[in-house]
């Protein structure tokens, strides 16, 4: 079935008694859960996914996606939040997903359902048009410059990338990006690719030439004390990065 299949199954009925006015998601109350991973509550304190959702704009009934989701963190807090009315997507690429991983995200689906995980390389996403209310990239769109043979994760077209998903987002539609902070300038393919970091400009300016806006951007993991020249998985650092949490949206008009 394809990626288009999967998400129309997932909503077509919820598409026929979804409210005319979306309500705010019950974030806290998804990351509240008692069913909730220990090692998933053990990153709360540092990602502060409450505070984040909400300033992202995360509603009840939303269709979401998460581009490349990871161990399915914030994809099992968004699909609590947005009920049973709504549908994450999960996109990971198949490199990523060892047979334990695969054995974790089942598990995953147990717990909420309403999440499908989708084992595709971002640049072969095949994204149905106008389908998605929201979407999120969290620590993961410098990954769109990077590469790894070690990983079978090849050279991706930011911009094509981009241009697919703002065909995908319906009017109105929007787009959390957190990422780890590099210094301005540099070559951003040799910085992703050697410290996972990214320069928040070129976050702007990309989404700006795909034709979104930034509607409003947030502090709230932002830290002077971060080391930029270092990898983001040292242990000096890890957990504890000067992050950028950007709110973009697909025009309405």
Same mark, same amino acid.
């Given at each position: 079935?394809?990626?288009?299949?999967?998400?129309?199954?997932?909503?077509?009925?919820?598409?026929?008694?979804?409210?005319?006015?979306?309500?705010?998601?019950?974030?806290?109350?998804?990351?509240?859960?008692?069913?909730?991973?220990?090692?998933?509550?053990?990153?709360?304190?540092?990602?502060?996914?409450?505070?984040?959702?909400?300033?992202?704009?995360?509603?009840?009934?939303?269709?979401?996606?998460?581009?490349?989701?990871?161990?399915?963190?914030?994809?099992?807090?968004?699909?609590?939040?947005? $009920?049973?009315? /709504?549908? +994450?997507?999960?996109?990971?690429?198949? %490199?990523?997903? !060892?047979? #334990?991983?695969?054995? @974790?995200?089942?598990?995953?689906?147990?717990?909420?359902?309403?999440?499908?995980?989708?084992?595709?390389?971002?640049?072969?996403?095949?994204?149905?048009?106008?389908?998605?209310?929201?979407?999120?990239?969290?620590?993961?769109?410098?990954?769109?410059?990077?590469?790894?043979?070690?990983?079978?994760?090849?050279?991706?077209?930011?911009?094509?990338?981009?241009?697919?998903?703002?065909?995908?987002?319906?009017?109105? $539609?929007?787009? /959390?990006? +957190?990422?780890?902070?590099?210094?301005? %300038?540099?070559? !951003?393919? #040799?910085?992703?690719? @050697?410290?996972?970091?990214?320069?928040?400009?070129?976050?702007?300016?990309?989404?700006?030439?795909?034709?979104?806006?930034?509607?409003?951007?947030?502090?709230?993991?932002?830290?002077?004390?971060?080391?930029?020249?270092?990898?983001?998985?040292?242990?000096?650092?890890?957990?504890?990065?000067?992050?950028?949490?950007?709110?973009?949206?697909?025009?309405?008009?």
């Amino acid at each position: 079935m394809t990626f288009t299949r999967h998400l129309l199954a997932a909503v077509a009925l919820a598409a026929l008694s979804a409210p005319l006015a979306a309500a705010p998601a019950n974030v806290a109350a998804a990351v509240a859960a008692p069913d909730r991973p220990e090692a998933a509550k053990k990153l709360d304190a540092d990602r502060k996914p409450v505070e984040v959702l909400k300033f992202l704009g995360l509603e009840k009934g939303d269709r979401a996606v998460e581009v490349m989701a990871g161990n399915g963190y914030y994809a099992e807090l968004m699909a609590r939040a947005v $009920g049973p009315k /709504g549908a +994450v997507i999960a996109l990971e690429p198949p %490199g990523f997903l !060892t047979e #334990k991983g695969r054995a @974790a995200w089942a598990e995953l689906r147990a717990r909420t359902p309403n999440v499908l995980l989708q084992a595709q390389m971002p640049g072969d996403t095949a994204l149905a048009p106008r389908s998605l209310d929201f979407a999120l990239m969290h620590l993961t769109y410098h990954d769109l410059y990077w590469e790894s043979e070690q990983y079978k994760f090849p050279r991706i077209d930011p911009a094509a990338f981009l241009a697919k998903l703002h065909a995908a987002m319906k009017p109105g $539609g929007i787009v /959390g990006v +957190v990422d780890h902070v590099a210094e301005a %300038g540099g070559d !951003t393919r #040799k910085v992703a690719d @050697a410290l996972h970091r990214i320069d928040p400009e070129v976050i702007k300016a990309d989404f700006k030439a795909a034709g979104f806006v930034l509607e409003a951007e947030s502090d709230l993991l932002r830290s002077s004390s971060d080391d930029k020249s270092k990898l983001v998985f040292d242990p000096a650092v890890r957990g504890k990065t000067d992050r950028v949490v950007y709110r973009f949206r697909k025009p309405k008009a």
